[in-house]
């Protein structure tokens, strides 16, 4: 695939910045020939785990989304801290569902929103697990209970709107095409 | 489900924006007590189409991701204007694929990035297809070549990553479960 890029850049400056994100205001000279500018989000690449039980249901817990101002119930996951991908996710989903696993699989590495965000985010199928105590790493306050559910609930919550997390959705699309490759 | 918002709002301001996002810093009172920010970006919420041809293959177009420096495969779709949903995707199909649909599903409303982003994509199911000529919005330099795939095609695709474009894999999800009920 040919990566030509159509926009030229011209500059870029970091407009806001905070612990979690920064945004970079570029200007460019667009496909088109006119100038103009690109605001990107730059965000910490992130994690999510498709917990995958012996009777192949999957974990979810009830978190709280601040931009949503509401409650919701998605699969484990956050960003990366100073670590590789995998490495996050372990550390994600004992502090977040006091999960461990022994087994774990790369199901993909997608862009979050590729028209405004520079994040990428890593799938893992997490298998084989062991049971233990949630850590706690400041965020308990916003994350109520998990369970385990099985695919067809999962469609029917989806349907109800009790999952209504993207990030979710594209986790569960790359987890049913790695069981259709088990069967 | 409990609404009940852990965080307390202490004030809130935009620290940035142009034509596309806003990024908004709220003060705030966290679940544990210490006060601290919130940064959120808001965007126009958007659509996502899911084309569908006679033989239920998927049409997917090859874009170009400013924040990625990449092109790759993805789902028509993209902001919508001073309209409702429906009405944004007829017009994104009409923009990017020359494309008119006599019938029209919502699949889903979902959050893009529920940890950082207020934006929102509703997902439509577009059949019965009608083939003209692309209207130029400004951004052709930014799509290349159009083209029906099927399902399982596309799951190559993924694998091998000519797909990355995780909203696309939501609504890919979304199409799958509704195929799964027509079945």
Redesign the interface.
Known sequence: ???????KLLGSKI??Q?H??K?R?DSVIR??GSKG?????E?RDSVMIVVLNEAREVYIL?T?????????W?LPGG?TEDEAAEQAARRELVEEAGMTAQSWTQL??????????????TTFLAQDLSFGEKVDS?DK??IREGKFVSFAEI?DM??R??I????S??A???A??WL?TQQ
């Not at 695939?1 to 926009?7: I, K, L, Q, R, V």
């Not at 709280?64 to 919701?72: D, E, K, L, R």
């Not at 209504?164 to 990030?167: E, I, L, P, V």
């Open positions: 695939m040919n990566e030509t890029n159509p926009f407009v806001y905070n979690w994100m945004v205001e496909p088109d500018i690109y605001g990107v989000m965000s009830q709280f989304s601040y931009p949503a101002s509401a409650w919701n998605e960003g993909g590495n997608t862009r979050v929103c590729n028209g405004l965000m520079s994040e990428r985010k400041g306050e916003l469609g989806v349907k709107g009790e209504d997390d993207g990030q959705l594209t569960l699309y790359l049913q095409q259709a």
